[in-house]
């Protein structure tokens, strides 16, 4: 069995809070600067101006982007060819999540549901939140490190179809959801859609669909095209970064699916804010870390 230091996973846990929370993807950059290039309404020219200046001045002072850092969710891939310990992973994210925030230090969302005493470490009873899944023929650890702020979060929305409602209706549903959402997700964002699975499944796939980069199509062609209808749908509502109207109401839709049950066909919508924040890591078993996005 090779042996590890599971600190090296603390420590990417850890820098990955921070980063994600500091410096914003090269995709949802140019999103923002493509967005406020077509907007034609003054206000949310000035908004616009705003959330850029935002960028800059985080940039800079290598601080945040929002002062809502959210809470944090870990969405790991275990490679096959190495000997991963996955409660010591899980373990160690704890802690690397914990350190982020007293160490950098910044603002802990993370309160009990029912004292609301506020830990102050962002981690408690189920938190951090992870997803897990694997890699076949890979030796690495990937860690993908989203916050999600509450903003966004309070927002999501689940439905149980059944397959006579038809597609039409699950499209409605997402335009429904977004509408009546308004300024409260701090839009323009990504608005994530899962379609299919069980109710549980089907909120992860609407997660798992903002964690993609900005615009980047699933892979089926009429899923990418649903994408690109709700897409054009929300922004012709002129509801408007910060709902204040305009003519860029999300940067992207994304969708992911899986199959369900005979007679069923769930629909969730997990939306995110303008600053889609996410950081990656890559870990290999001789201790490297490569960082990105």
């Known amino acids: 069995m090779e042996s590890f230091d599971y600190k090296i996973v603390e420590e990417a846990a850890k820098q990955l809070y921070i980063r994600a929370l500091c410096d914003l993807p090269p995709d949802v950059r140019e999103a923002i600067k493509k967005a406020a290039a077509r907007e034609t309404q003054p206000t949310a020219k000035e908004i616009f101006k705003a959330m850029l200046a935002a960028i800059d001045i985080a940039d800079e002072k290598k601080t945040l982007i929002c002062q809502d850092t959210g809470l944090p969710l870990y969405m790991l891939k275990i490679g096959s060819r190495f000997h991963w310990d996955g409660a010591e992973i899980k373990d160690r994210i704890h802690e690397g999540a914990k350190r982020a925030t007293l160490e950098f230090p910044f603002r802990s969302s993370a309160t009990d549901f029912l004292t609301r005493v506020n830990s102050q470490t962002s981690v408690g009873r189920g938190l951090p939140v992870l997803y897990v899944d694997f890699l076949k023929d890979a030796d690495y650890l990937e860690m993908l ?9 309070n927002m999501s929305t689940l439905k149980m179809f059944i397959p006579a409602d038809g597609i039409n209706a699950l499209k409605k549903f997402v335009l429904d959801s977004v509408i009546a959402a308004g300024a409260n997700p701090c839009p323009p964002g990504i608005i994530g859609v899962g379609m299919g699975g069980t109710a549980d499944l089907v909120m992860r796939l609407a997660k798992e669909a903002i964690a993609r980069p900005v ?13 690109q209808d709700l897409e054009d749908a929300i922004n012709a509502t002129g509801s408007g970064p910060m709902g204040l109207g305009g003519d860029v109401s999300t940067l992207a839709v994304h969708i992911e699916t899986a199959h369900t049950h005979i007679t069923q066909n769930p629909v969730a919508v997990n939306t995110q804010c303008w600053p889609a924040r996410r950081a990656r890591a890559r870990i290999y078993p001789d201790g490297r870390v490569e960082y990105g996005y």
């Open 145 to 153: 490190m989203i916050p999600k702020g509450s903003g966004s979060e």
């Open 215 to 227: 615009g980047q199509r699933n892979p089926d062609p009429e899923i990418a095209k649903m994408e």
